[in-house]
């Protein structure tokens, strides 16, 4: 089964593909009529005695057959062409939504250099596979019996040969082809391993400098490139190889029919023109198998480029299923006043909830159980590892619970699409991911229809008005790779304007100050204050003096709530968290 059915459905490759191989199917049957129309002018001309006038309308005549054929072959190339260009963009686009579907959780298990080499590389070298080899097994499939017919009508037994010695074409592809198959693969996976590298020494390279390591992993990415190397040379040996073996069944073939038609002619046991007509088609019959032996060692990159795109294509994720949204499911109910429509502040519960991040290893949640009240905010404390940033990622449907269910307002929210359900979320990571674009573009990642005005609003609440004002193009300045241009305290406000401008009801804050100094981190914690006004809020947070003014505080140890309640609660309790709380609360 072709990988593309996984990428796409069939009938899709087939619908697009079908005008390329409609018009090859019409140039085999070209070929037919001008070996038929080419050997009754020959004959006629030499030995049925017809003039030139005779000859004239059956020479037109083969005249337009062979520039139809050379119309339909280029026509067969064109639409080829166009057919792999839809298709790769199709698949293109379902890997990129498939990665969106799967999330930060497939990604950080992913090697960038590598993912990015099948997205791009990888797409690409579906063209060889699209606009060559399927056309030509489909062709191969069917062009050699329309030949083999004509034969057989004008001479039974040299159909008979052709009968016998085509098989041995798709034979010797098949069996070379099981090797070059293997050598194929392994040449796969040792470019994507060489991408994988070369972009992870590249974003490491001020790492490698700083600790003298630059030279040492270049020695690294040159027996990387060796290796590749080595593998391409055998894929190029095997495919050379099996390109004269069957360019030699095709030709012995071929010389066996000449020779049989010739020496049945020179007794007389065939007319010329059955002799010339058969002579003609036979190297047209291995015409097609051949183009499918090339195409098949053309394709085969492509065709592991394809199982490795099927296997993030049908990699499970939280997304991958179709939207469980159904229509007139609510979400969070709509305020009824202010400029801007947004949903009221929902309650949500978390209900033994229990998660692991692979089949058989220890549980991140097991048993979580956690009310957020409407419009509170709900802090998470607990040790490294503890599952903070796991419950962090089920609120924001990166993850999906093993068992137990999230509810809104009662409602679960697994009825919710994921995508509709974000609309009610904002977001402000511990590292915010900047694009390589301009201070407005990042912003539009939070509400693509905001007008200048709130775009400005949203920095002065996240305390930019002074660096806006200093940038040389204001707004659309860019920010660089990465945001480089801004430092890390910067960088996070920019997050926090994205969340000021979303306004929406419910926010996710994962540990927004970790990485920050003790001045910037003052300046975050204030907007932060303004932010988390009127909202739904889980706090994730290892430093107390973020969690400061939090309603209730839930300490979380080896995947379940601990002890929870309200902070001056806990304080006074016998909690051995007591002593942290108590600092927490004089900060307070």
Same mark, same amino acid.
């Given at each position: 089964?072709?990988?593309?059915?996984?990428?796409?459905?069939?009938?899709?490759?087939?619908?697009?593909?079908?005008?390329?191989?409609? =018009?090859? /199917? !019409? &140039?085999? +049957? @070209?070929? #037919? *009529?001008? %070996?038929?129309?080419?050997?009754?002018?020959?004959?006629?001309? $030499?030995?049925?005695?017809?003039?030139?006038?005779?000859? =004239?309308? /059956? !020479? &037109?005549? +083969? @005249?337009? #057959? *062979?520039? %139809?054929?050379?119309?339909?072959?280029?026509?067969?190339?064109? $639409?080829?062409?166009?057919?792999?260009?839809?298709?790769?963009?199709?698949?293109?686009?379902? +890997?990129?939504?498939?990665?969106? %579907?799967?999330?930060?959780?497939?990604?950080?298990?992913?090697?960038?250099?590598?993912?990015?080499?099948?997205?791009?590389?990888?797409?690409?070298?579906?063209?060889?596979?699209?606009?060559?080899?399927?056309?030509?097994?489909?062709?191969?499939?069917?062009?050699?019996?329309?030949?083999?017919?004509?034969?057989?009508?004008?001479?039974?037994?040299?159909?008979?040969?052709?009968?016998?010695?085509?098989?041995?074409?798709?034979?010797?592809?098949?069996?070379?082809?099981?090797?070059?198959?293997?050598?194929?693969?392994?040449?796969?996976?040792?470019?994507?391993?060489?991408?994988?590298?070369?972009?992870?020494?590249?974003?490491?390279?001020?790492?490698?400098?700083?600790?003298?390591?630059?030279?040492?992993?270049?020695?690294?990415?040159?027996?990387?490139?060796?290796?590749?190397?080595?593998?391409?040379?055998?894929?190029?040996?095997?495919?050379?190889?099996?390109?004269?073996?069957?360019?030699?069944?095709?030709?012995?073939?071929?010389?066996?029919?000449?020779?049989?038609?010739?020496?049945?002619?020179?007794?007389?046991?065939?007319?010329?023109?059955?002799?010339?007509?058969?002579?003609?088609?036979?190297?047209?019959?291995?015409?097609?198998?051949?183009?499918?032996?090339?195409?098949?060692?053309?394709?085969?990159?492509?065709?592991?480029?394809?199982?490795?795109?099927?296997?993030?294509?049908?990699?499970?994720?939280?997304?991958?299923?179709?939207?469980?949204?159904?229509?007139?499911?609510?979400?969070?109910?709509?305020?009824?006043?202010?400029?801007?429509?947004?949903?009221?502040?929902?309650?949500?519960?978390?209900?033994?909830?229990?998660?692991?991040?692979?089949?058989?290893?220890?549980?991140?949640?097991?048993?979580?159980?956690?009310?957020?009240?409407?419009?509170?905010?709900?802090?998470?404390?607990?040790?490294?590892?503890?599952?903070?940033?796991?419950?962090?990622?089920?609120?924001?449907?990166?993850?999906?619970?093993?068992?137990?269910?999230?509810?809104?307002?009662?409602?679960?929210?697994?009825?919710?699409?994921?995508?509709?359900?974000?609309?009610?979320?904002?977001?402000?990571?511990?590292?915010?991911?900047?694009?390589?674009?301009?201070?407005?573009?990042?912003?539009?990642?939070?509400?693509?229809?905001?007008?200048?005005?709130?775009?400005?609003?949203?920095?002065?609440?996240?305390?930019?008005?002074?660096?806006?004002?200093?940038?040389?193009?204001?707004?659309?300045?860019?920010?660089?790779?990465?945001?480089?241009?801004?430092?890390?305290?910067?960088?996070?406000?920019?997050?926090?304007?994205?969340?000021?401008?979303?306004?929406?009801?419910?926010?996710?804050?994962?540990?927004?100050?970790?990485?920050?100094?003790?001045?910037?981190?003052?300046?975050?914690?204030?907007?932060?204050?303004?932010?988390?006004?009127?909202?739904?809020?889980?706090?994730?947070?290892?430093?107390?003096?973020?969690?400061?003014?939090?309603?209730?505080?839930?300490?979380?140890?080896?995947?379940?709530?601990?002890?929870?309640?309200?902070?001056?609660?806990?304080?006074?309790?016998?909690?051995?968290?007591?002593?942290?709380?108590?600092?927490?609360?004089?900060?307070?």
């Amino acid at each position: 089964m072709s990988p593309l059915r996984s990428l796409l459905p069939g009938e899709k490759v087939a619908s697009r593909l079908a005008p390329a191989v409609l =018009a090859g /199917l !019409l &140039a085999g +049957l @070209a070929v #037919v *009529a001008q %070996a038929a129309l080419l050997t009754r002018a020959v004959d006629g001309t $030499l030995l049925g005695g017809f003039g030139l006038s005779a000859s =004239a309308p /059956l !020479l &037109a005549a +083969l @005249a337009l #057959v *062979a520039l %139809a054929r050379a119309g339909l072959a280029w026509a067969q190339e064109l $639409l080829a062409q166009r057919a792999s260009t839809s298709i790769r963009q199709a698949v293109r686009d379902r +890997l990129v939504r498939q990665l969106l %579907a799967l999330g930060p959780r497939f990604a950080s298990g992913a090697r960038t250099g590598e993912v990015a080499h099948t997205l791009l590389g990888g797409v690409d070298a579906l063209d060889a596979y699209v606009a060559q080899y399927l056309p030509a097994a489909a062709l191969a499939a069917v062009v050699p019996w329309l030949v083999l017919a004509a034969v057989v009508w004008a001479d039974p037994l040299s159909g008979l040969v052709l009968l016998l010695t085509g098989p041995l074409v798709p034979l010797f592809t098949w069996l070379i082809g099981s090797a070059a198959r293997d050598e194929a693969r392994r040449q796969w996976r040792t470019l994507s391993r060489l991408s994988a590298r070369f972009f992870d020494a590249l974003s490491a390279l001020p790492t490698l400098r700083a600790f003298g390591a630059v030279e040492a992993e270049a020695a690294l990415l040159e027996r990387a490139a060796d290796r590749h190397r080595e593998t391409t040379l055998r894929v190029l040996r095997l495919a050379f190889v099996s390109s004269l073996v069957l360019e030699a069944v095709a030709t012995l073939g071929t010389a066996v029919v000449a020779v049989e038609v010739g020496l049945r002619l020179l007794y007389g046991h065939t007319s010329f023109a059955e002799a010339l007509f058969v002579l003609v088609l036979a190297p047209e019959f291995y015409r097609p198998l051949r183009a499918f032996a090339a195409a098949f060692h053309a394709g085969l990159a492509g065709r592991e480029a394809a199982e490795r795109m099927a296997a993030i294509a049908e990699t499970p994720g939280p997304l991958a299923a179709p939207d469980l949204v159904a229509a007139g499911t609510p979400g969070p109910a709509r305020a009824a006043s202010g400029t801007r429509a947004t949903a009221r502040a929902p309650a949500i519960s978390f209900e033994g909830v229990r998660f692991a991040y692979a089949a058989g290893a220890a549980a991140a949640l097991d048993g979580f159980t956690l009310d957020l009240p409407a419009g509170a905010t709900v802090a998470l404390l607990g040790a490294t590892g503890a599952g903070k940033t796991t419950a962090a990622h089920l609120l924001l449907r990166f993850l999906e619970p093993d068992a137990g269910r999230l509810r809104v307002d009662g409602a679960p929210l697994a009825a919710m699409g994921p995508e509709r359900w974000r609309e009610h979320v904002a977001w402000v990571p511990q590292q915010p991911r900047l694009l390589h674009a301009t201070l407005r573009d990042n912003l539009f990642l939070a509400r693509r229809d905001a007008s200048e005005a709130e775009l400005h609003r949203a920095l002065e609440r996240a305390d930019l008005g002074a660096l806006v004002r200093s940038l040389p193009d204001g707004l659309d300045t860019p920010l660089g790779e990465g945001g480089e241009r801004l430092s890390g305290g910067e960088a996070q406000r920019v997050a926090l304007a994205r969340a000021f401008l979303k306004d929406a009801p419910v926010l996710v804050l994962d540990e927004p100050t970790a990485q920050l100094d003790p001045e910037t981190e003052d300046a975050v914690v204030r907007s932060l204050r303004e932010l988390r006004r009127g909202r739904t809020v889980l706090l994730v947070a290892h430093r107390l003096t973020t969690v400061v003014g939090a309603d209730h505080v839930a300490l979380l140890d080896h995947g379940r709530v601990a002890e929870q309640g309200a902070p001056g609660d806990l304080a006074r309790s016998g909690s051995r968290y007591r002593g942290l709380l108590a600092a927490w609360g004089t900060g307070a």
